[in-house]
């Protein structure tokens, strides 16, 4: 069964960087785009990023251009998520989810999603 | 971007009771070419990472019950819950995919009265 799982949140002081991983199975992971989407505490959730199936093409939102990448590892199932420069307003649980489709696009539903890994941003 | 509205931003409901909750999105998520709209519906209860409920703004996700429903075209869409459960307290969440950014709505959270 596919399964999205991921890792690297923590307390961290602003200006600072961290990555987060999401570790996939259960799919042919190199197939498909991939997505994060974070939700600050108590709020709704906000799409951040996406990559294509191959890691060729990312597109963000305009909030974390600049700060953010996101990246894959198709070898190891792996996807990132690095982050610097660290804002308060970036606390948020952060979700990797998959695309319904496989191949090519970036505009999907997402068919499944990890538990989220919480990301402090605080002095 | 497109911009996504949901109403209300919550709702109470007896059980066995129907539950409406509407989206509006700030332009047609309707894609001519194929009819279809690019418009998803998100089940999130607490601690627990969203789930796919439907997708093309009214087709059911397997495995999710036949009470839940949507419905609606172009800009304006709707989910009901015909006879609303007690595991179905959460918060429900529209999203079009028409378009990158890919963007929710707010949110409606719904609560047995």
């Known amino acids: 069964q596919v399964q999205l799982v991921e890792s690297g949140g923590g307390v961290v002081q602003p200006g600072k960087s961290l990555r987060l991983s999401c570790a996939a199975s259960?799919?042919?992971?190199?197939?498909?785009?991939m997505h994060w989407v974070r939700q600050a505490p108590g709020k709704g959730l906000e799409w951040v990023a996406v990559i294509s199936y191959d890691g060729n093409n990312k597109y963000y939102t305009d909030s974390v251009k600049g700060r953010f990448t996101i990246s894959r590892d198709n070898s190891k199932n792996t996807l990132y998520l690095q982050m610097n420069s660290l804002r308060a307003e970036d606390t948020a649980v952060y979700y990797c989810?998959?695309?319904?489709?496989?191949?090519?696009?970036?505009?999907?539903?997402?068919?499944?999603w990890g538990q989220g890994t919480l990301l402090t941003v605080s002095s | 971007d497109i911009v996504m509205t949901q109403s209300p931003d919550s709702l109470a409901v007896s059980l066995g009771e129907r539950a409406t909750i509407n989206c509006k999105s700030s332009?047609?998520?309707?894609?001519?070419?194929?009819?279809?709209?690019?418009l998803t519906w998100y089940q999130q209860k607490p601690g627990q990472p969203p789930k796919l409920l439907i997708y093309w703004a009214s087709t059911r996700e397997s495995g999710v019950p036949d009470r839940f429903s949507g419905s609606g075209s172009g800009t304006d869409f709707t989910l009901t819950i015909s006879s609303l459960q007690a595991e179905d307290v959460a918060v429900y969440y529209c999203?079009?995919?028409?378009?990158?950014?890919?963007?929710f709505g707010g949110g409606t959270k719904v609560e047995i009265k």
């Open positions: 259960g799919f042919t992971f190199s197939t498909y785009g």
């Open positions: 332009q047609s998520v309707l894609y001519s070419s194929n009819n279809k709209n690019y």
């Open positions: 989810a998959k695309r319904f489709h496989p191949g090519a696009g970036y505009g999907d539903y997402l068919d499944y």
């Open positions: 999203q079009q995919y028409y378009d990158i950014p890919l963007t």
